[in-house]
Structure formats: structure tokens, C-alpha cells
């Protein structure tokens, strides 16, 4: 099989990865909201402090360019359409490679 083509399977698996860690930053972000879960617990904290130092470099640049949706923060799902197109332009040329 070709290199380039497995190299681009990869990447495309971590993109995948990074959607599943920015549903659960949104999830988290939902139960903190509703206060089903609490910060004072350190593991939440902890968890939600991660998850934030990762993903907020990466939306900050969207949430600048959304306009004010009164308390709505859609950049995550901008961000989820993002990486899915990136995903399938990756595979198109994936298939391109081994053809």
C-alpha cells in the first residue's frame, strides 16, 4: 500500500480524534451549565481546564468571526464542518494516491 496514502488514513483517524474531544468539551461545558457536574471537583476542573487550553486556540479565530448569538457558542460546531471537509478532501486524494 502506498505510504502517503496510510500517512493520510492517520491523519484523518486524528481528526477524528480531535471531533470526539470537541463533543465532549461541549458536553462538559453543557453539564457545568445545568450544574449537573460541579468545578469544585477537582477532576472536572481539571478536565474542563484541559479541554479548554486545547480547543480555545482553535476557536478563539471562529468565535471572532461569528457574530454575537446571545449566549449560543456555534464555533465548535464550525469547527466540526471544518475538520469533516478537511477529513473528506484527505480522503478523495488518499483514493487519488492509490489509483
Request: hydrophobic share 60%; proline share 4%.
Amino acid at each position: 500500500m502506498n505510504t502517503m496514502a496510510e500517512l493520510i488514513g492517520f491523519i484523518v483517524y486524528l481528526l477524528q480524534l480531535f471531533i470526539w474531544i470537541i463533543i465532549i468539551q461541549a458536553i462538559m461545558s453543557w453539564l457545568v451549565a445545568f450544574n449537573v457536574v460541579n468545578t469544585s471537583n477537582r477532576f472536572v476542573y481539571s478536565v474542563l481546564t484541559g479541554l479548554d487550553r486545547i480547543l480555545n486556540p482553535v476557536l478563539r479565530p471562529i468565535r471572532r468571526l461569528l457574530p454575537d448569538m446571545g449566549g449560543i457558542d456555534l464555533s465548535p460546531l464550525v469547527l466540526i464542518l471544518g475538520i469533516m471537509l478537511t477529513q473528506r478532501l484527505l480522503q478523495g486524494l488518499a483514493l487519488d494516491l492509490l489509483v
